[in-house]
């Protein structure tokens, strides 16, 4: 079974920063592309930004463009997302997950095999 494990989240209040972490099984992120998502109450997941696993090559969704950046520690089996300038609209629940794919990473949810649990974030105004 492999385990995607997310922590970092909490209360922040609007343009305060958070990072979260994405631990993964050892090896992973050498072959697996990483992305983050979030869910909203109400509202369909959706993709955050990714990191590909053959470059390191980054995607990021407009809304979080600027102010979110993902980055990855291969050493260390963890993905980060470092949050800055924080908005209430970016209340969510947030997941990291995993995608087959070796290079030119997604942010389309049904591309990823496995996630994890995900860690609530929460943006006070």
């Known amino acids: 079974q492999v385990q995607l494990v997310e922590s970092g989240g909490g209360l922040v209040q609007a343009g305060g920063s958070l990072r979260l972490s994405c631990a993964a099984p050892?090896?992973?992120?050498?072959?697996?592309?990483i992305g983050w998502f979030r869910q909203a109450p109400g509202k369909e997941r959706q993709g955050v930004s990714c990191?590909?696993?053959?470059?390191?090559?980054?995607y990021y969704a407009d809304s979080v463009k600027g102010r979110f950046t993902i980055s990855r520690d291969n050493g260390k089996n963890t993905v980060y997302l470092q949050m800055n300038s924080l908005k209430p609209e970016d209340t969510a629940v947030y997941y990291c997950?995993?995608?087959?794919?070796?290079?030119?990473?997604?942010?389309?949810?049904?591309?990823?095999?496995?996630w994890g649990q995900g860690t609530q974030v929460t943006v006070s105004s």
């Open positions: 990191v590909s696993a053959s470059d390191g090559s980054t």
């Open positions: 997950a995993a995608e087959n794919k070796y290079l030119h990473c997604s942010v389309s949810r049904r591309e990823y095999d496995y």
């Open positions: 050892p090896f992973m992120l050498d072959y697996y592309n």
